[in-house]
């Protein structure tokens, strides 16, 4: 039996207006964009995903301190408004590079 879910929990919807609104930024971590939607786990359960777009690192990439801070602050917005659903955060630069193969480091 297959569910048809559409609409994202309430939480979930204020954690990703809360996020837009800059909330978890920190230092070079900028949010440009949220996407949130329903998706399944590995074992075919329910689970929320949001896609975070940040704006591209100054650096090759981001700061780790500031990507855990983030992280920090987003899992307790989540604790707090209760998000009572499985959910996922995926991170993406706002510009996004194609991945070419001959990028890899030779032997």
Known sequence: MTRAITALPPAAEVVRDWL????AETGDVRVVDVVGAWDEDSQGEPIVRFLVTLA???AETWPVE???EFHRR???KAREL???TAWHVGLQAQTQEEFEPSDLPTA
């Open 82 to 84: 209760d998000l009572a």
């Open 66 to 68: 500031e990507v855990l």
């Open 20 to 23: 837009l609104k800059g909330n």
């Open 74 to 76: 987003l899992n307790e």
């Open 56 to 58: 591209d690192p100054r």
